[in-house]
């Protein structure tokens, strides 16, 4: 199981936004460096780019999982022939 996680925290000098990747909620994949921003607006506008740097991370690897094992269509066809 992959796991996107984003936190938004207030602080009491802005908003913390911290974010990560991890298999199996254990795991780290990837985490994009914590940073506070001064207001909620600026949380706007950052969110979207911490979350396509997530989603970038969590494909690159679910491609590299997806390399190492049978896909699901290999393991029916494999089932079928048994």
């Known amino acids: 199981v992959?796991?996107?996680?984003?936190?938004?925290?207030p602080k009491p000098n802005g908003w913390l936004i911290e974010?990560?990747?991890?298999?199996?909620?254990?795991?780290?994949v990837a985490q994009i460096p914590s940073q506070t921003v001064p207001s909620f607006h600026a949380v706007q506008q950052e969110v979207?780019?911490?979350?396509?740097?997530?989603?970038?991370?969590?494909?690159?690897a679910l491609t590299q999982a997806r390399a190492k094992t049978p896909s699901q269509?290999?393991?029916l066809r494999t089932?079928?022939?048994d």
């Open 2 to 9: 992959l796991t996107w996680w984003l936190d938004i925290a």
């Open 19 to 28: 974010a990560s990747v991890l298999w199996n909620g254990r795991e780290l």
């Open 48 to 60: 979207p780019r911490t979350l396509r740097h997530l989603l970038d991370a969590g494909g690159a």
């Open 73 to 75: 269509s290999d393991q």
């Open 79 to 81: 089932r079928a022939l």
